[in-house]
């Protein structure tokens, strides 16, 4: 799923082995999706839910055998139609949202706390915050900064990754692929074909992804990332305020309720739940 893809001489590159699903002939290039031939899964895409939006947004329903169907939704959203509200916004989200599994994409170019802890500003947030907190949309970004290069001190995180409650993914960053933009490479995985139930049981987590002790070289380096960024997130969530000699006992029961949550959302994150 790629947004802002280039045209013409050095555009973004294309291969013979996936199937491109593009804007429409004629429109300024938003948004497009590779499709591995290989796959095995069915792709079609929906364009009537997205006919207002500008090729600012593709919704796509995947099937793969054995599977529940899933709805890709793949976003672009910057351009506004005359200075008003932006076009991605103009996609027909009710019905979009009506798929019982779906996952949402792409360059919301929105700065919000509710995704960026960071953050000193709010921009652009409100379309997204409302559909978040309406469908109970699970926010998989992991606080790490999205872009790279000159101007980017800032922990800037603009290009989101949104699910329905009954679908988990394992999420990650691929800091070290280049590709010629300064937004990082997001790499992401469905988990449990068949999906879940909103609201499931989760009575443990599988850590072993993060031990890297007697692996391959690459396997451990991959490994030892992922066990620094469960850490990293686990120490965003709890901040600086931490217990002393002249905590209460309200203090350290609040302490004891904030280590439980971080750790869970920690371990829901970045471990493969059971």
Not at 23 to 51: D, F, I, Q
Request: negative net charge.
């Amino acid at each position: 799923m790629i947004q802002e893809p280039t045209t013409g001489r050095g555009s973004t590159a294309r291969h013979d082995s996936f199937r491109w699903i593009k804007e429409e002939v004629g429109k300024p290039a938003r948004c497009w999706t590779a499709v591995n031939k290989a796959s095995g899964c069915r792709v079609t895409e929906l364009r009537e839910k997205t006919k207002e939006s500008g090729n600012c947004v593709q919704v796509l329903q995947v099937i793969r055998e054995g599977d529940e169907p899933l709805t890709l939704v793949n976003v672009y959203d910057q351009t506004s139609r005359g200075g008003g509200e932006r076009l991605a916004w103009q996609a027909e989200w009710g019905s979009i949202m009506r798929a019982p599994r779906v996952v949402i994409a792409g360059d919301m170019n929105a700065h919000s706390e509710r995704w960026n802890p960071h953050t000193k500003e709010r921009v652009n947030a409100q379309f997204w915050e409302g559909l978040v907190e309406e469908h109970e949309l699970v926010i998989w970004n992991s606080g790490e900064g999205m872009r790279a290069g000159p101007g980017t001190e800032k922990t800037s995180i603009i290009d989101l990754t949104l699910s329905s409650p009954a679908v988990a993914l394992n999420w990650c960053l691929l800091q070290e692929k280049a590709t010629g933009s300064d937004h990082e490479v997001i790499m992401w995985e469905v988990l449990g074909g068949k999906g879940g139930e909103p609201g499931k049981t989760v009575t443990g987590w599988d850590i072993s992804g993060w031990e890297g002790r007697g692996k391959e070289e690459e396997e451990r380096k991959k490994a030892e990332e992922k066990a620094r960024r469960a850490e990293d997130m686990f120490r965003q969530l709890m901040g600086d305020t931490w217990l002393d000699d002249e905590s209460t006992k309200e203090q350290i029961s609040g302490m004891a309720d904030r280590l439980r949550a971080a750790m869970t959302e920690t371990l829901d994150r970045h471990a493969v739940q059971k």
